[in-house]
């Protein structure tokens, strides 16, 4: 193989670059401006353009030690960004990467697919074999001093030209339609990795900040009256969209069993954020999505450990999904993706219904203190969501029995997903039914809410995680519900008057001070205004 100057090698992988790896970035572009007329040299432009500023970029960083190792991390990492990019049309952001890396395996093994083989082999193995052969031929010292210089000026001098001559043009590109620089492979995932390790690095040792250690819980009786202890359980539901609920008006009965029981059905619930690694730490949080960020969920104690302050209830948190994205920290947590914990597991996963298997004994072995027990659903995470109930939840047909969802109709997406709901529907009916022999003993509660919603192909979008400025409201509109046990609980609310404010717009920023309300705990960090049951709540 012929030598090749460390520049040519360059200037031919962000040729590459920009003409495989940018798929979704250029279509993107042309549905926005159109290939039509004078926009097709706009379109074209953005090519020369980005392969000009890449040229830079690497030219920059290039040295008779980085360059291949540099272009070959890339090429690697790229042809994966490409595959989600074109099959998904998720964005590789910051919190995508955070999200990526607190997800296990088996949720990985869900996104595998012969189509992601065929990437790898083209746009990762067969490049990444060309860069490592290919022989660069280094010049004296001066001279490679010289053709970096002489590289680099050129590609500013281009970029110049293209942005002075189209001025109009990027004008609108980089002011009215910012999210499409979001698509732009590599640029945009090197950006995120960058502010990703950026704020991981300068976030410096993490110092715990206690919150609410004033709490405690105010009883409704005397000493001389016999008060029932709490039993409440928060069901935190995994990608379920409000829009697909019967109970929202889905035309379709994907909540047969719940609609039978005594629901407040919250239908205008939105999260935090748009991905797990991002909504479940702030819906638990005090800060509210306008003031939540990452590092002040790990350094500030959420509602669990307010809760905890009180030294009158105890927490269990079991889960079948990840794991608590730091939010269980400080409680009793107990993995239910395995049968080594979860007896209710099949040929395909651990089923959700597994976690309140032993309850019964949790609760007998806390019967002196309130009780909250978490369950965190597997629920309808994608995209196998063929894979998220049994079979005989298969009611909707025909399904997508794929991964690939781009391969299935709309329809058969839908009904796949619509089964995993069906499957939430008798978890949380059966939640229920747990808990309601308990209502003679204890005041019991159920408070189900998503963590976040999920695309299923409205205007090519699959799956969930884009920036929330630009996230459909079909990744941010979640379901949501409460029921309250018969007896004690029941009647410490109006419920005639409860049903009047439901169907107000609520968010996860509610969860909080709803938790508090619910325990009746008094803490200088509750808000009774942001307590969605406050106004119901009838006097003592």
């Not at 995508?96 to 997800?103: A, F, V, Y």
């Not at 999210?179 to 502010?195: D, E, K, Q």
């Not at 309601?436 to 919603?453: Q, R, V």
Request: proline letters at 3%; charged letters at 25%.
């Amino acid at each position: 193989m012929r030598n090749f100057s460390q520049y040519k090698l360059i200037f031919l992988s962000t040729l590459f670059f920009t003409l495989f790896y940018n798929f979704s970035f250029f279509t993107n572009v042309v549905n926005t401006y159109s290939f039509q007329g004078f926009n097709k040299i706009y379109v074209l432009s953005t090519a020369i353009l980005l392969i000009s500023f890449l040229t830079l970029f690497f030219t920059i960083l290039s040295s008779k030690y980085t360059t291949k190792p540099i272009l070959l991390i890339t090429t690697v990492i790229s042809a994966f960004t490409a595959y989600f990019m074109d099959t998904y049309h998720v964005v590789i952001d910051s919190e995508m990467i955070r999200n990526s890396l607190q997800t296990n395996l088996a949720e990985s093994s869900d996104l595998f697919s012969f189509k992601l083989v065929l990437y790898v082999f083209f746009l990762a193995i067969l490049p990444s074999y060309f860069i490592y052969k290919i022989k660069i031929e280094y010049k004296p010292f001066r001279k490679e001093l010289f053709s970096k210089l002489k590289t680099v000026v050129l590609s500013i001098i281009v970029i110049l030209i293209i942005l002075f001559s189209f001025n109009k043009f990027y004008t609108s590109f980089f002011r009215e339609h910012k999210p499409l620089r979001f698509h732009v492979n590599p640029i945009y995932w090197i950006y995120s990795v960058g502010n990703y390790i950026n704020k991981s690095l300068n976030s410096g040792p993490i110092v715990l900040k206690e919150i609410g250690t004033d709490a405690k819980v105010i009883p409704e009786k005397t000493i001389e009256e016999e008060e029932k202890k709490e039993l409440i359980i928060m069901v935190v539901g995994e990608a379920a969209r409000a829009d697909r609920f019967s109970l929202n008006g889905y035309e379709k009965d994907t909540n047969p069993l719940l609609k039978q029981e005594e629901i407040i059905n919250f239908p205008n619930m939105y999260s935090c954020g748009t991905a797990t690694a991002q909504s479940v730490p702030c819906m638990f949080s005090i800060f509210d999505k306008a003031d939540y960020d990452y590092k002040k969920g790990i350094s500030t104690q959420n509602v669990l450990d307010v809760l905890k302050h009180t030294n009158n209830i105890d927490i269990l948190w079991r889960d079948n999904n990840s794991d608590s994205k730091g939010v269980a920290l400080r409680v009793d947590f107990e993995d239910y993706r395995t049968s080594q914990t979860n007896t209710k597991c099949d040929d395909v996963e651990c089923r959700d219904e597994g976690m309140l298997l032993g309850l019964d004994e949790y609760i007998k072995n806390h019967k002196d203190k309130d009780i909250l027990i978490v369950l965190h659903q597997m629920g309808n995470h994608g995209p196998a969501y063929y894979k998220r109930y049994p079979k005989e939840f298969e009611k909707f047909t025909p399904v997508c029995k794929t991964n690939q969802l781009e391969e299935c109709t709309q329809e058969e997406v839908s009904n796949a997903y619509d089964n995993a709901i069906l499957y939430t529907d008798y978890f949380l009916s059966k939640v229920i039914n747990f808990l309601k022999p308990y209502s003679n003993t204890h005041e019991t509660a159920m408070f189900y809410m998503s963590d976040h919603g999920e695309s299923l192909g409205e205007n090519g979008f699959y799956l969930h995680g884009m920036p929330y400025m630009i996230a459909p409201n079909e990744q941010k509109h979640i379901a949501s519900l409460l029921w309250l046990g018969d007896g004690e609980m029941k009647a410490d609310y109006n419920i005639e008057k409860l049903n009047t404010y439901k169907n107000k717009e609520f968010s996860q920023d509610n969860l909080f001070h709803t938790l508090l309300g619910l325990f009746e705990v008094e803490t200088d960090v509750y808000k009774k205004d942001m307590d969605i049951l406050n106004d119901s709540r009838k006097p003592e």
